[in-house]
Nanobody, 127 residues
Framework: QVKLVESGGGSVQAGGSLRLSCACTPTGRTLSPYTAGWFRQAPGKEREPVAAIDWTGANTFYAFSVNGRFTISRDNDKNMVYLQMSSLKIEDTAVYYC??????????????????WGQGTQVTVSS
């Protein structure tokens, strides 16, 4: 089991950058290797996948809308997952959520695929 806490959200102008962090704290005696993902949800819209990374970091997934602009990474020694966001667009405005699950791969893009979730962090991009 793992507790997820996001940070790093905020307001930025279009074209700017932000880095989101997700602290992944084990709540049990052991932490199974897990895939970590970032999702986002804009007002009135469904939660959508943004990026995912497997335990080793060798495999990643990016949504088409963010490919080439966002980079997901992780530091397992620190139990951290990051989302570096560059060239931000107004349409990137959303609440961003960190998710984790030990039984999925990076191409698990449905929210129901993930068991553990953070509380979310707001990202607002303005013109």
């Amino acid at each position: 089991q793992v507790k997820l806490v996001e940070s790093g959200g905020g307001s930025v102008q279009a074209g700017g950058s932000l880095r989101l962090s997700c602290a992944c704290t084990p709540t049990g005696r052991t932490l199974s290797p897990y895939t970590a993902g970032w999702f986002r949800q804009a007002p009135g819209k469904e939660r959508e996948p943004v990026a995912a990374i497997d335990w080793t970091g060798a495999n990643t997934f990016y949504a088409f809308s963010v490919n080439g602009r966002f980079t997901i990474s992780r530091d397992n020694d620190k139990n951290m997952v990051y989302l570096q966001m560059s060239s931000l667009k107004i349409e990137d405005t959303a609440v961003y959520y960190c998710a984790a699950d030990a039984d999925v791969g990076v191409f698990a893009t449905l929210p129901n695929d993930y068991e553990y979730w953070g509380q979310g962090t707001q990202v607002t991009v303005s013109s």
